[in-house]
Each structure stands twice: as structure tokens, then as C-alpha cells.
């Protein structure tokens, strides 16, 4: 199975545990990874075959503007399943990454694969 990869996203939203957290909005960092089989956009140049990466991109801005999560791990949940519903992506890895949370570390976060390949 082909992948179709985005990195290096990064989107801001309210996320957080702590009563700051819930008054600022905070950047997260995330890197996804998408089956998808690529030989029939490929075979005729054809875009609306394609996982239009730029189109994704646009739904994962405006699901995080819209987001007010605790946890990172609901984040990422709710992001992926979206994902796979309204694009019809059998298999995703989507990594999320939450810079600054430990001063110590240059990022924390989760990764988790939903689907089928």
C-alpha cells in the first residue's frame, strides 16, 4: 500500500489539563502518515483521485481551531477518526507532538495507527 505523508503540521488550539491552559491556545506539532493507493490518480494525472494532502491539511486547521481538549490523547482520537471518515482513509499513524510541555524535553505527545493497511 502506497503512503501519502504530511509532517511537520502544526495548528493551534485549546488543550490542557491546567486552568492557564484552558485560557491560552497552544501549538501543536503533528506528522501524519496516510494509505492510500496512488497508481489510479497516477495512471491519469487525476487530483480528485488523489489524498489531496493540501485538502487534509485545511480540515486538521479548522478541526484544531474548533478543539477544546484536556488530553492529547482525545485530540488525536477524535482528529483520526474524523480523518478516516470524511476522507475514506482505510489506515492512518498520526503523531502529536506537544513542544514546551516538559521544559526538559523538546516535545511530548502520543502516536497511534488507526485502520487497516
Same mark, same amino acid.
Request: contains cysteine; hydrophobic residues 45%; glycine residues 6%.
Given at each position: 500500500? =502506497?503512503? !501519502?505523508?504530511?509532517?511537520?503540521?502544526?495548528? =493551534?488550539? !485549546?488543550?490542557?489539563?491546567?486552568?492557564?491552559?484552558?485560557?491560552?491556545?497552544?501549538?501543536?506539532?503533528?506528522?501524519?502518515?496516510?494509505?492510500?493507493? @496512488?497508481?489510479?490518480?497516477?495512471? @491519469? =494525472?487525476?487530483? &480528485?483521485?488523489?489524498?489531496?494532502?493540501?485538502?487534509? &491539511?485545511?480540515?486538521?486547521?479548522?478541526? $484544531?481551531? =474548533? %478543539?477544546?481538549?484536556?488530553? #492529547? /490523547?482525545?485530540? $488525536? /482520537?477524535?482528529?483520526?477518526?474524523?480523518?478516516?471518515?470524511?476522507?475514506?482513509?482505510?489506515?492512518?499513524?498520526?503523531?502529536?507532538?506537544?513542544?514546551?510541555? #516538559?521544559?526538559? %524535553? &523538546?516535545? !511530548?505527545? #502520543? /502516536?497511534?495507527?488507526?485502520?487497516?493497511?
Amino acid at each position: 500500500m =502506497d503512503r !501519502v505523508f504530511i509532517e511537520g503540521l502544526e495548528v =493551534d488550539t !485549546v488543550i490542557g489539563a491546567y486552568d492557564w491552559e484552558r485560557e491560552i491556545r497552544q501549538c501543536l506539532r503533528l506528522d501524519l502518515s496516510f494509505a492510500w493507493d @496512488n497508481r489510479k490518480p497516477a495512471a @491519469n =494525472d487525476d487530483l &480528485s483521485l488523489a489524498l489531496d494532502y493540501a485538502t487534509v &491539511s485545511t480540515r486538521i486547521q479548522t478541526f $484544531a481551531q =474548533d %478543539a477544546q481538549f484536556i488530553l #492529547v /490523547e482525545t485530540f $488525536a /482520537e477524535r482528529l483520526a477518526a474524523l480523518l478516516m471518515d470524511e476522507f475514506q482513509i482505510p489506515w492512518l499513524r498520526l503523531k502529536l507532538t506537544k513542544p514546551g510541555a #516538559v521544559p526538559a %524535553a &523538546s516535545g !511530548v505527545g #502520543v /502516536e497511534i495507527e488507526r485502520g487497516c493497511l
